[in-house]
T-cell receptor, first 111, second 115 residues
Framework: ETGVTQTPRHLVMGMTNKKSLKCEQHLGHNAMYWYKQSAKKPLELMFVYNFKEQTENNSVPSRFSPECPNSSHLFLHLHTLQPEDSALYLCASSQVPDEQYFGPGTRLTVT | AQTVTQSQPEMSVQEAETVTLSCTYD???????LFWYKQPPSRQMILVIR??????QNATENRFSVNFQKAAKSFSLKISDSQLGDAAMYFCAYPSNFGNEKLTFGTGTRLTIIP
């Protein structure tokens, strides 16, 4: 595997479910990111981890819980989501301050 | 708040022709980066080109070049000799912190290539 990978690629979950999104980067970068991409809205930065430390939480609801166990892996734990949370969730990594490399995304549908 | 504006939600161009996508941003910084990203229908976002604000010369990557007007806070992307594979959403992005971790994206321009 090369670049930034994300699993699963598609996820359908009920509002009472708990699920996790996984991101892995194979680029040796020191920062990782979660973004939310909704239709007709700009890409929204959710969380930033720099050297495994969270450096940004962009007022994200607590039903989204990130975890960064090491500089290569990033998780987004989901619980009691709302239908408006349905979106494409993109993971990215970078070697600060260089450009960010994105994964293919997880298409999340909350029913 | 930092803002990035892409005023063209959709653009189309004939194959082999040239097209320019516009982007304006708002900042009080003097030294920063600017990025153009491409998101094809398969959804993988990839970097097209980046510009460092302290450099006078406009960045160029093969058929892609920018017209960077620092005073006007304008950062347009020119695609020459358009190809079918250029069809995608194009996003302009500006970092709101020095490490470029906090990117603010525009709403995007959907580019269609007409065969």
């Amino acid at each position: 595997e090369t670049g930034v990978t994300q699993t699963p690629r598609h996820l359908v979950m009920g509002m009472t479910n708990k699920k996790s999104l996984k991101c892995e980067q194979h680029l040796g970068h020191n920062a990782m990111y979660w973004y939310k991409q909704s239709a007709k809205k700009p890409l929204e930065l959710m969380f930033v981890y720099n050297f495994k430390e969270q450096t940004e939480n962009n007022s994200v609801p607590s039903r989204f819980s990130p975890e960064c166990p090491n500089s290569s892996h990033l998780f987004l734990h989901l619980h009691t989501l709302q239908p408006e949370d349905s979106a494409l969730y993109l993971c990215a990594s970078s070697q600060v301050p260089d450009e960010q490399y994105f994964g293919p995304g997880t298409r999340l549908t909350v029913t | 708040a930092q803002t990035v504006t892409q005023s063209q939600p959709e653009m189309s161009v004939q194959e082999a022709e040239t097209v320019t996508l516009s982007c304006t941003y708002d900042t009080s910084e003097s030294d920063y980066y600017l990025f153009w990203y491409k998101q094809p229908p398969s959804r993988q976002m990839i970097l097209v080109i980046r510009q460092e604000a302290y450099k006078q010369q406009n960045a160029t990557e093969n058929r892609f070049s920018v017209n960077f007007q620092k005073a006007a806070k304008s950062f347009s992307l020119k695609i020459s000799d358009s190809q079918l594979g250029d069809a995608a959403m194009y996003f302009c992005a500006y970092p709101s912190n020095f490490g470029n971790e906090k990117l603010t994206f525009g709403t995007g321009t959907r580019l269609t290539i007409i065969p």
